[in-house]
């Protein structure tokens, strides 16, 4: 079956330092991919995605290439603020689930100014 | 455009009561999902809808759970009787359909305390 299995967490990092958040997945035919985060006290927001092979998600100044050969989906971003404290999920749909999406546990990130 | 509208927000139950959680999803949306979000833990499917069938109901625990999307708009996910481990977020979101690749979008969940 599916699975998405992400870095394990918490993550916490200064203002202005570089995040990536493995994400790494096992499905059968050719999904799509997804970062979700949710901040504190709120529901899941889609933050990127990826329907194929080497597209690149990019949403506010996060980042995510598909990679078919080492079957990752790694979130990256530049420079973190105080606001992208929250928890980031990553997960996937393939043509054999339709549109159901299967998650990681997720990755907590803490930004300190 | 509204969003996935979820309803109550919180509620806090003591076991073997019932409950009941309501969903209204994006107006045009043909496809709702029922997930449960154990704390610490990715979300899980427990049930989709198609317009008002089933397509996937697996994971839902059909001794205790039940949902229905009668009319093919909103829905109701309940409870009865509930155990500690039911003690969750209840997340509803929706598409435009079932096809992979498709946004999902979800509420800000009904979070349950079992007691």
């Known amino acids: 079956g599916n699975s998405v299995t992400q870095m394990e967490g918490p993550v916490t990092l200064s203002e202005e330092a570089f995040l990536t958040i493995n994400c790494t997945y096992t499905?059968?035919?050719?999904?799509?991919l997804f970062w979700y985060v949710q901040y504190p006290g709120e529901g899941l927001q889609l933050l990127l995605k990826?329907?194929?092979?080497?597209d690149k998600g990019s949403n506010k100044g996060f980042e995510a290439t598909y990679r078919k050969e080492t079957t990752s989906f790694h979130l990256e971003k530049g420079s973190v603020q105080v606001s992208d404290s929250a928890v980031y999920f990553c997960?996937?749909?393939?043509?054999?689930?339709?549109?159901?999406?299967?998650f990681g546990e997720g990755t907590q990130l803490t930004v300190n100014p | 455009e509204a969003g996935v509208a979820q309803s109550p927000r919180y509620k806090i139950i003591e076991k073997r009561q019932s409950v009941a959680f309501w969903c209204n999803p994006i107006?045009?949306?043909?496809?709702l999902y029922w997930y449960q979000q154990i704390l610490g833990q990715g979300p899980k499917l427990l049930i989709q809808?198609?317009?008002?069938?089933?397509?996937?109901d697996s994971q839902l625990p059909k001794d205790r759970f039940s949902a229905e999307r009668l009319k093919g708009v909103d829905s109701t996910l309940k409870i009865q009787p509930a155990k500690l481990e039911d003690s969750a977020v209840y997340l509803c979101?929706?598409?435009?359909?079932?096809?992979?690749?498709?946004?999902?979008?979800f509420g800000e969940g009904s979070w349950l305390t079992v007691v």
């Open positions: 979101a929706s598409s435009l359909g079932g096809s992979s690749g498709n946004t999902i979008y």
């Open positions: 499905a059968t035919g050719y999904p799509s």
């Open positions: 990826a329907t194929k092979a080497d």
């Open positions: 997960a996937l749909s393939d043509e054999a689930s339709g549109s159901r999406l299967t």
């Open positions: 107006s045009g949306h043909a496809t």
């Open positions: 809808f198609q317009n008002n069938g089933v397509v996937d």
